[in-house]
């Protein structure tokens, strides 16, 4: 909220500092005070339009009443950088980008709007909630493109300070000083640049050096002798947790998916699915049965090429015709299953 606006209502005093030259008072003091005391007010509040009642909110949140809406910028990036960027974005949204049939995927404005807000709030969900699914799924990305994250960290301060509204100044006098030492500001932003560009490549050394340290570490405590200590060391009945705090700890069960769901992210997620460390033993196993099942239900086999544009059209198309061989299969039996685990038992 913009500084000494208490309140967004007019009563405590808080729309008095909300001052701007295309705001008018009595629409301050109809939506803030709520004085309908003429039948005139409550016929122009209930057949006005809401420009007003926009306006209004504008001003006490802050922001100009003519600006329209303002959207994180992924462009704020180098375009180096923003090429890095790029890939990311490519593997964060393999499921609703780069289809041939261009209805099935997502624009591209509304995708580096979405990517931007991604990386622009990841520091916040680091501080939160470190364990959550949308920084495990980060960070698997961040591992397989070689992108350290401190560099990432990096991203969304720029993406920050291009979508924060710099503060206006109302002297003519600060205007002219601003312009005046302007050529000095953008060298000390080079040189700031630059010296942060010499920390994050610092920063992902260190971290590659990390990388292998730990694996060598595992190397080396992988030995029959260090599992039989592994063995000895396991905790006791009464060191074990509690029925309550595993109960506590325990992440909410996924909705519903459908066959062809399964089939579609089993070929075309990044990573595989069997190669993804967030995939617990239980759901991998579903996923590599419900697979196995539908490529029987293809008598007539497939073939797919990971390099063709229209891959994952192809596996689309593969996974609709199966899921209906399947399902026309167990109806023929007397099963009206239709999710995934249900069809699965049946077939059992």
Not at 206 to 215: H, K, N, Q, Y
Request: aromatic share 8%; net charge neutral; glycine share 4%.
């Amino acid at each position: 909220m913009t500084p000494e606006l208490n309140s967004h209502s007019f009563r405590r005093g808080g729309a008095m500092h909300a001052n701007d030259g295309t705001l008018a008072e009595n629409w301050i003091i109809e939506r803030g005070g709520w004085q309908l005391d003429r039948v005139s007010k409550a016929f122009g509040y209930m057949l006005g339009t809401t420009q007003a009642d926009q306006k209004v909110s504008r001003v006490l949140s802050g922001w100009k009443p003519k600006d329209g809406a303002r959207l994180p910028p992924l462009a704020a990036l180098d375009p180096p950088v923003l090429a890095r960027a790029r890939k990311m974005q490519r593997l964060l949204f393999s499921n609703t980008i780069g289809f041939a049939d261009t209805a099935l995927n997502l624009d591209d404005d509304v995708a580096d709007v979405l990517t931007a807000t991604l990386f622009m709030h990841f520091p916040d969900m680091l501080r939160l909630c470190e364990e959550s699914p949308f920084v495990t799924k980060v960070r698997e990305t961040l591992a397989e493109l070689n992108i350290g994250e401190s560099e990432l960290l990096a991203w969304s301060v720029t993406i920050t300070r291009a979508f924060v509204t710099p503060p206006a100044t109302t002297a003519s006098a600060a205007d002219d000083v601003e312009e005046k030492h302007s050529p000095a500001l953008v060298d000390l932003i080079k040189r700031q640049s630059e010296q942060i560009d010499v920390l994050i490549l610092q920063n992902k050394r260190l971290d590659e050096r990390m990388l292998a340290v730990e694996s060598q570490l595992r190397t080396l405590t992988k030995t029959p002798a260090a599992d039989s200590a592994c063995s000895a060391m396991l905790p006791t009945v009464a060191e074990q947790p509690s029925p309550l705090a595993a109960k506590a700890t325990r992440s909410n069960k996924k909705g519903a998916q459908s066959l062809s769901a399964i089939w579609f992210e089993w070929f075309t997620a990044e990573p595989r699915v069997y190669a993804s460390k967030s995939v617990k033993k239980t759901a991998l196993y579903e996923y590599r049965h419900i697979t196995g099942y539908l490529i029987i239900f293809l008598p007539m086999g497939f073939a797919l090429d990971t390099s063709s544009p229209a891959y994952k059209s192809e596996v689309l198309e593969l996974g609709d015709k199966a899921q209906q061989n399947v399902l026309a299969f167990l109806k023929s039996h007397g099963s009206s299953a239709v999710a995934a685990g249900t069809a699965l038992k049946a077939l059992r």
